[in-house]
C-alpha cells in the first residue's frame, strides 16, 4: 500500500484505537493507548492487508513532559511501514510486552527499562542488558538524570 | 560398567574473546562437547552514543554516530543526514546523491572484505584474512583521498556532503574496481570448494525465514535463508532505483550461504559503482544549509540497508538546534538476540558456533551503542 | 653476528672460538624490545586500525610483534577501542594475568581520556589509567597504522633503557 492507502485504511479500520497525532507531519504518526497495545498490535500484524511482521525498532523517548515509547514496524511482504507510539506519565510508567506480538522486541524493552525505567509488564527477563551489573544510579537517558562523574558539555 | 554420570557445565566465551568480534560474553552452557544453551551478556561497548548525540547540535551528532558502527561508518553518516533532511523537507543536489552511493556501496564492500577474512580466521584459515583486508586497502584510500580519514568519515553531511571528491578519485576508483572484481575470484577460489571450509560451513546454523523475520533480522542473514528482502529496492532511498542491479539471494540459510551471499552482494555493488562513476553529474555537493541548522518539531524514522542488515534512526525534534531523541538501530541488535534460538538444542559443537556468529556478522558496536 | 652489533659487547677471540662478554641486562632487553608479543584485545573503533597494521600493507610482524589470544603469552596490551566502566574490571583482570615484564599502550583517544566520549556519557571510563600503569599513549581517533607503529617502537627505546634493578624493587 501507499502511504495515503495505508493512512485511509488505518482511519477507516482502527477508529479510536489510532489516533494520528500532530508530530507525524513527515510520516504519520499514531497514538495507542497503553491497555489497548496488545490487541491493536495483534490486529496489525495478522490483517491480512497491513501483515506487518517485522519490528524495526523501538524504544523509549523523554521529552521533558511525558514519557513516551515509540514502535517502528514494517511489513516485509507488503513494503510498507508504520510508526505508533504509547503516551505514558512520569509516575510508575508501564507497558506491556509486546514480545507475544514480534518477540525481537525482547532486547529493546529490557533496554527500556534500565535506561529510562519505564516498567515491561508480563515480561519474561528483566536483567539489565548494557549496564554494568552492580549499576545504581538510576535511568540514565531521563533528561534530568545527572551523576558526580557525569560531565557536560559546556555550550559553545 | 556402570554408565558414567555426565552433568551439565558453563563455560565463558568473553568478553575478550578474538572470535567474538569486539567484546560479546556468551555464556554456554555445555553438555561434553555439544552446546545446549548459549546466552549473550551484552554492553562491554555501551557508550552511550544516543545520550551524547542528545546534547550535540545536528552537525556535532554525525562524528559521534560515526561510532556507532565504525566498520561501515558513512552508512551511520548517511542514516542520521537522511532522517534531518526528511525531517526539514531538504532537498539534496543529484551530485551529492551520486557521491553517497557511491561511498556507501565502497563502504559495504569494504565490510564485506573484513567479514571474509575475519571469518575465515575464526574458523582457522589465516590467508583470507591477509586476502580481504589487503583489498580493503584500495578503499580506504579512496576514502583518505575524500576526506582524510580511514576509518571515522564524517563526510556525508546534513544537505549532501562535506567536499567534492578530487580529481583523482574517479580513475583510483575504476581501478580499484577493477582490481576487486578480479580477486573475487581469488576469494573464492581459496574457500567456495575447500573441504574443509564446507565441512565448518554447510548445515550448520541453519535459520528460519518466518521465525527469523519475526526476530527482526534482516540484511543478508535474511536474504541467505531466502527471504528477497533488501531495502534498497524494497523501500528505495537516495537514487537507487536509478541503478540496474539484482538482490543477491540463497535459500539453505547455513553459514555457507551467508557466506556466498556476501560475496554476491560485493559483485552486486560493484556494479552499482560503475553505474555511478558513468552517470556521475557535475554541480554542486552541498545543499544550502544554515549555520544553525533547525528542523521543524516532529519526528521521523529512516531505514537504510546496510552491509549487516536494516540500519536505522529515529529521530525527533523539537525545534532547536539539538535532537531530542536520537534512537539508533542496528541489524546486529536483533541478529544476536535471535542467536540463541538457532543454536539452542541443536547440539552444535563450541567451534560451531564460532561459525555461526562469524557468519551472523555481529559486531558490538551497533549492539551496545 | 645480527646481535653483537645491536647490543655493547666485548669480544675477544681465543683458540677454538671467540670470548664474548655483555651485560644481561643487554641481552634481556634486546630479546623484550625484539620480540613484543601483544594481546588481541581490541573493543572498539580502533581495534580495525589495529587488525589494518597487523594485515597486508603494514605487516606488525616485522616489529617483532605477533598476536596472541591469551594473556598469559602476551608481553604487552594494546587497549584499542573504548574502555567502558562495565568492561574496566575485565582490562584489570587481563592485565594481572599477563607475565611480567607486561607493557601497556594506549591507543587511540578513548583510552587516553575517553576521547569523544568525554563529555556526556555515563558509560565510559575517562582514560585507562587509573585502572592500570600506562606506558605509551598514541593520540588519534583512531591512530593511523603507522602512528601505532612509531608508538611500538618507541616502546622499544623505552625497554631497551630499561634496568634491571627496576624489577628488583617491584
Ligand atoms: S579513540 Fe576513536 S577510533 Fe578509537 S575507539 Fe575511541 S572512538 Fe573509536
Redesign the pocket.
Known sequence: MTRDELKAYIESNFVGRMTLLESGKVEPMYEIKADDLIEVATKLRDDLELKFDFLCNMGGVDTRERLEVIYNIASTSKLHRLDFKVILGYDSPAVESICPVWPGANWYEREMYELYGIDILNHNDLRPLLLPEDWDQGHPMRKDWDAPDFVRMPEL | MGKLRTEEFQVNMGPQHPSTHGVCRLLLTMDGEKVVDVVPHVGYLH?SIEKICENRTYAMCIPVL??FE?VTAMSCNYVFALAAEKLAEMEVPERAEYLRVIMLELNRIASHLIFYGTTAMDVGALTPFLYGLRERELIVDLFEMTCGQR??YNYIRVGGVSRDIPKEFVPKCREAVKIIGEKLSDYEGILNENPIWIARMKGIGLTDPQKAIAWGVSGPVLRAAGVKHDLRKDDPYSIYNKFDFDVAIRWNGDCYDRYLVRLDEIRQSLKIITQALDGLPEGDVRAKVKAKFKPPAGEVYVRIENSRGEMGVHLVSDGSTKPLRVKTRGGSFNQLQYLPEIVRGKGYLIADLVAIFATFDIILPEVDR | MGLIKKVPVYTENIPGGALVATSLEQVLNFGRAKSLWYLLFG???????LMCTGASRYDFDRLGMIYRATPRQADLILT???ITKKMAPRLRKLYDQMAEPRYVIA??????NG???YYDSYSVEKGIDHIIPVDIYIP????RPESLMEGCIHLQEVIRKQKLSDWQEK
Do not use: H, N, V
Open positions: 557508550r560515526d561510532r565504525y576509518l571515522t | 573493543t572498539a573503533c580502533c581495534a580495525i586500525e584499542a577501542g573504548t591507543m587511540g583517544g578513548c583510552t587516553i576521547g569523544p566520549f588519534g581517533c583512531p591512530p
